[in-house]
Each structure stands twice: as structure tokens, then as C-alpha cells.
């Protein structure tokens, strides 16, 4: 069983930035990020495969957030730029035992409990 830390979500105004981390107990492989605002479906963020060299961004988000791993570590980071109000939700890291790059939430083994991120206009 692994466990997933999230932190670093807080509020910020929009345009700003903050770093989301993301700590495992144990050895993990395909690693995703997922939010949820209020009232709204949990939804597909940015994934990673397991040595880091493949990524994959929702339209949303691409070009402003940055996935990234320290396998060393047994962490990702979601690294978010020129933050909108729109981003302002829940933020999840998932993970999983499998090789390939998931991006469905329902493919994912484990989750963390989130970190809230609120982004003021």
C-alpha cells in the first residue's frame, strides 16, 4: 500500500505561482495530478511517466503548469505559473504501479487526501 503526501497549496493572486509536492511512502511508477472545485467533477491535470521523460498536460493547464519528478526522492511536483481564479480548487496526486503514462482517473490505484489551492482575482 502506498501513501501520497501532497503540499503547498495556499492562496495566491492571479498571475502568481506555487509549487505542488508530492511525497510517496514507496517506489511508485505512472503518477498524475487531478482537481476538483466546488461543485464540479474531479478532473485529469497533468501525468507523468515513471522516469519523467513523458508528460502529458489537460488543454487548460498546458503551457503554464510543469509536472516533474525526483524518483529519488519518491516525489512529483506540479510547478503552476500565471495562476487563474479558474484554478482555484482541490488538488490531488495519484499514483500507480503501472509503466505506462495514465491519464483516466479510474486507472489510478492510489490517492492523496489534497491540497487546497485558491487563486484570488
Known amino acids: 500500500q502506498v501513501q501520497l503526501v501532497e503540499s503547498g497549496g495556499g492562496l495566491v493572486q492571479a498571475g502568481g505561482s506555487l509549487r505542488l509536492s508530492c511525497a510517496a511512502s514507496g517506489r511508485t511508477f505512472s503518477m498524475g495530478w487531478f482537481r476538483q472545485a466546488p461543485g464540479k467533477e474531479r478532473e485529469f491535470v497533468a501525468a507523468i511517466s515513471w522516469n519523467g521523460a513523458n508528460t502529458y498536460y489537460a488543454d487548460s493547464v498546458k503551457g503554464r503548469f510543469t509536472m516533474s519528478r525526483d524518483n529519488a526522492k519518491n516525489t512529483v511536483y506540479l510547478q503552476m505559473n500565471s495562476l487563474k481564479p479558474e484554478d482555484t480548487a482541490v488538488y490531488y496526486c495519484?499514483?500507480?504501479?503501472?509503466?505506462?503514462?495514465?491519464?483516466?482517473?479510474?486507472?489510478?490505484?492510489?490517492w492523496g487526501q489534497g491540497t487546497q489551492v485558491t487563486v484570488s482575482s
Open positions: 495519484a499514483a500507480d504501479n503501472r509503466l505506462v503514462l495514465i491519464i483516466t482517473l479510474d486507472e489510478y490505484d492510489y
